[in-house]
């Protein structure tokens, strides 16, 4: 495989790299939390806008078609940072980003109704010095706001010119099902994309979201290949002491209960394989990803130019039956360790008062 071999990205017909340029690490204040898509990650800098500026034209020379952010990541500086890099170079590049995430300390600054939409969409072409945006995507579920909504809020966008496509990101099976009758039975334009974490860690897609975008030709944004970490190497169990993130990010990086005891030994075996197999474990891990015939692009997140150069070489990894036969062995298709790797928790489940009477 090789970044000149683009991919149809759903029933869209736009052709894109199999890698996609994540740029949640760039900018000058902190990154949102890729878990809440609103909060704030503690723990580490993001990196600073020249060298993302750096970062995002080496991955462009490389073969990178593809560049994906989001306006709350680092509340629109991120989104400034690419609208700085693409001067010139706007018309090679598929943009995608996202709305959802509180924008200021006003919470009615968020969420998915077209009011917020409205104004979400104008902060983004500003930031991003552009006429229109390839991809608008949901950045998570808004279950205070009725889908209809959202999607014709949508669809009187692509119909301004100010938006191309839009899309969901970890939307659940029946979100995505029901987007699709609501714009068939309103004769609107239905989503034609799904952002989903997926990683040999974080399989659970593969139960339904996989087929459901398959069965419906959406195209599939991959983000979280290394599974935020666990798959770079740090997370074995003779690394001595866990990774500074374990501490600074316990919500997601606790080792200590059972599910994510679990999920160490996992990434410990696939650390393993990997050695076995000769194979950087970065390599093997977005080899992986690459795999699943559904998916359209794979989001990378490099924060230097030499994370970039690893993720570009990994592109090339073609891993054979034998290997995905062992990775299956050692994680069994449509597993999730724990529930907060789908990338948003249901109310249902994490509310308990929505489950009792």
């Known amino acids: 495989m090789s970044l000149n071999q683009l991919r ?16 949640m690490n760039f900018g000058e204040g902190a990154p949102a939390d890729p878990v809440g898509a609103g909060g704030t990650a503690q723990g580490y800098a993001p990196t600073g806008a020249e060298e993302s500026i750096r970062i995002i034209n080496s991955a462009l020379d490389a073969g990178i078609t593809a560049v994906d952010t ?8 991120s989104e400034q940072v690419v609208g700085r890099a693409l001067k010139g170079r706007r018309d090679d590049v598929f943009i995608a980003t996202k709305f959802h995430g509180q924008m200021s300390a006003n919470p009615a600054h968020s969420g998915n109704s077209r009011r917020w939409i ?12 552009t006429d229109r945006i390839d991809l608008y995507q949901a950045h998570r579920p808004d279950y205070n706001t009725d889908v209809l909504e959202t999607i014709t809020a949508l669809n009187d966008l692509i119909r301004q010119g100010k938006i191309l496509y839009y899309g969901t990101s970890v939307f659940t099976p029946a979100q995505l099902v029901e987007a699709q009758w609501l714009a068939t039975t309103n004769h609107l334009i ?25 069965q419906y030709g ?12 666990w798959l770079s190497g740090s997370f074995v169990l003779d690394a001595g002491k866990p990774p500074t993130r374990v501490h600074s990010l316990p919500g997601r990086y606790d080792i200590s ?19 076995k197999l ?8 977005v080899g992986f990803a690459l795999n699943h015939p559904a998916v359209s692009s794979v989001i990378i997140g490099p924060r230097s130019e030499e994370h970039l150069r690893a993720y570009l070489k990994a592109a090339d990894t073609v891993l054979d039956e034998a290997v995905l036969d062992a990775i299956d062995d050692l994680v069994p298709p449509g597993t999730n360790f724990v529930e907060r790797d789908a990338g948003a928790v249901v109310p249902s489940l994490e509310y308990a008062e ?3 009477r």
Not at 8 to 23: A, D, H, Q
Not at 120 to 129: D, K, N, T
Not at 218 to 225: I, T
Not at 278 to 285: K, S, T
């Open 354 to 356: 929505l489950r009792r």
């Open 218 to 229: 959406l195209g599939v944004l991959a983000y979280g290949p290394l599974a935020g970490g």
């Open 190 to 214: 239905p989503p034609v994309a799904n952002q989903v974490p997926y990683s040999m860690l974080v399989r659970g897609t593969e139960r339904d979201v996989l087929p459901i975008a398959q």
């Open 8 to 23: 149809v990205f759903g029933r869209s017909g736009t052709l894109i790299s199999p890698l996609t340029l994540g740029t």
């Open 257 to 275: 209960g059972p599910a994510s005891e679990r999920k160490l030994l996992a990434a410990d075996s696939l650390a393993r394989l990997a050695d």
């Open 118 to 129: 409205m104004q979400a969409v104008e902060g983004s072409l500003r930031r991003l010095q």
């Open 278 to 285: 000769e194979l950087p474990l970065v390599d093997l891990a």
């Open 70 to 77: 989001a306006d709350v990541y680092s509340q629109g500086q």
